[in-house]
């Protein structure tokens, strides 16, 4: 899986990376501190302009590869909604995602064991699931726009 289940420690991603034979830049640091600061399920180009504040001369390929590295090692998911940009979630547990069609924010719906259990059971028989994207789409409450 990943770091840990709640992803907060920066000598965790050194370890981890330097566990899967990468290094551990400044660049890929700042990149997944981003993430960690502000769970809103950011875009590529959304974590590009947060970084480049901190680090002003990183291109958007470094970050994109950054993103895509987190995502191959299981640091960070990749949450397609619609057909908009991919967004990117540091949340590891089982979770769905609820995105409002009012304000465009996106809201983590946790799913306990009963629930997953429950989904298995949807499956035809014989198949088995490694991991789901299970999202919804809707009016969240006035006080959440």
């Known amino acids: 899986m990943g770091i840990q289940q709640n992803n907060e420690s920066r000598d965790g991603l050194s370890l981890f990376l330097k566990s899967k034979g990468l290094r551990s830049t400044k660049q890929r ?10 769970k809103d399920h950011p875009t590529a180009d959304d974590i590009f302009f947060r970084v480049k504040k901190r680090l002003p001369k990183i ?17 960070v998911k990749k949450v397609q909604l619609d057909r908009s940009s991919s967004r990117y979630c540091p ?11 009012k304000s465009g924010n996106i809201f983590d719906l946790p799913i306990d064991s009963d629930t997953l259990n ?5 499956l035809p028989e014989g198949f088995s699931h490694t991991d789901f994207d299970l999202s919804f789409q809707g009016m969240s409450p006035p006080s959440n726009n």
């Open 29 to 38: 640091i700042c990149v997944y501190d981003t993430i960690l600061e502000k």
């Open 59 to 75: 291109s958007f390929a470094t970050v994109y590869n950054c993103l895509e590295t987190f995502v191959e090692f299981g640091l």
């Open 91 to 101: 949340n590891l547990m089982p979770h769905a995602h609820f995105k409002c069609t």
């Open 118 to 122: 429950s989904l298995q059971s949807i």
